[in-house]
């Protein structure tokens, strides 16, 4: 038989359980002892207090019966200690203090702290926890070497912005490494210029600036020029024109992550002032209502928001573009069923295709 097969040792299984059963009834009787011992320490520290009632008026130092329950209460509770200290579940044995916090609780709370601590231990017996119930445990979070960013042939954006992140790396290589980060989209660099605003590396920071800073004048030198266009339009076709052309240069400003805090919300106020300005002479023009539902969910107004994406929608705006930003809007305004319902339109592997690739994850995200 399977059981009477003999271990390494040559001790055939079935003794060796005998032997475990038999130490594990030893175990429990000598612990079940020393409950019943710090119950008697216990009781006999009551006995004293009962049959001296002077003994709560005479709190002398050389008083002889508080010495006896003083000395007979520590008896109890170091016993009462041990056994907690030794019943205890094998996760909490390894705890440093248990067998003290138990011993002073007894000591310092009479009778009830026996009672309290044996009755905690017989209730978690009685009733232990699910056998299924899963336990938790503490996960160092994941690193990013990268130094063996090196070794991957796809995603340039993401090892050039590794090789910047590596403050530990050559500053060459990094110089390098953000000369070659204005070869991406400007987004991008815009991006990954602001975080190295605080480098550590001079030469780091102040290329970082200059990219930064030639971004920006790029498009306001393009601003100033429509500006100067706008006051000298002839009439309003021409104004509306120039209204549309600034509206959409402003935004590119904070398209492009190249304003932030109070320059954002002027910038906002100027993509707006311009947007409704184009929408009095060509209310059809669907690209201003777009950016007037993009500055409104800037904005945390998503009723606002709604709006003006479905009158994009309704003059013709792509619905591709615009039905993340109205899932965007319900999220704001937390219909969690309606952001479901929005994106399942774009569920289909052509409107998935159609879709920006950073939105791609939200859209499969909410109609898996």
């Known amino acids: 038989m399977a059981d009477a097969m003999p271990r390494g040792d040559g001790t055939p299984r079935w003794q060796n359980a005998e032997r475990g059963g038999a130490a594990n009834v030893l175990r429990w009787s000598l612990l079940l002892a020393v409950a019943c011992l710090a119950i008697a320490a216990q009781w006999q520290a009551a006995r004293i207090v009962l049959s001296s009632p002077d003994i709560a008026g005479n709190l002398t130092v050389m008083t002889h019966p508080l010495w006896l329950v003083l000395a007979w209460q520590a008896v109890s509770a170091c016993l009462a200690g041990a056994f907690i200290a030794r019943a205890l579940p094998p996760s909490y044995r ?10 002073l609780i007894c000591f310092f709370l009479p009778v009830v702290g026996l009672f309290v601590l044996f009755g905690v231990m ?6 232990p926890p699910p056998r299924e119930a899963p336990q938790s445990v503490q996960v160092a979070a994941p690193g990013f070497v990268t130094h063996l960013v090196a070794r991957v042939q796809h995603g340039t954006g993401m090892r050039l912005r590794a090789r910047l992140r590596n403050v530990n ?10 000369v070659s980060v204005q070869a991406l989209p400007s987004r991008v660099t815009s991006e990954i210029a602001r975080d190295l605003l605080a480098d550590p590396v001079e030469e780091v920071r102040l290329l970082a600036y200059g990219i930064l800073d030639g971004l920006e004048k790029r498009i306001m030198q393009q601003i100033f020029r429509m500006r100067d266009r706008h006051e000298a339009a002839q009439d309003e076709d021409e104004r509306a024109d120039t209204s549309r052309r600034l509206a959409q240069l402003y935004w590119e400003l904070i398209y492009q992550n190249l304003v932030r805090g109070e320059v954002l919300r002027f910038t906002l106020e100027r993509v707006e002032f311009f947007a409704h300005a184009t929408l009095e002479q060509h209310e059809d023009d669907a690209s201003m209502w777009y950016l007037l539902g993009r500055c409104s969910l800037l904005r945390q107004a998503p009723e606002a928001a709604e709006m003006y994406l479905r009158h994009a929608q309704f003059h013709s705006f792509p619905s591709e573009r615009l039905l993340p930003w109205l899932a965007e ?14 994106l399942g339109g774009l569920g289909g592997h052509a ?9 791609q994850p939200a859209v499969r995200f909410w109609t898996r």
């Open 94 to 103: 390894h705890r440093r203090g248990a067998t003290w916090h138990a011993a």
């Open 122 to 127: 017989v209730i978690g017996y009685l009733f």
């Open 169 to 178: 790396g050559e500053r060459d290589d990094r110089v390098a490494a953000l």
């Open 329 to 342: 809007a319900a999220f704001q305004k937390r219909r969690y069923d309606r952001v479901t319902q929005l």
């Open 351 to 359: 409107a998935l295709a159609a879709v920006a690739p950073t939105v």
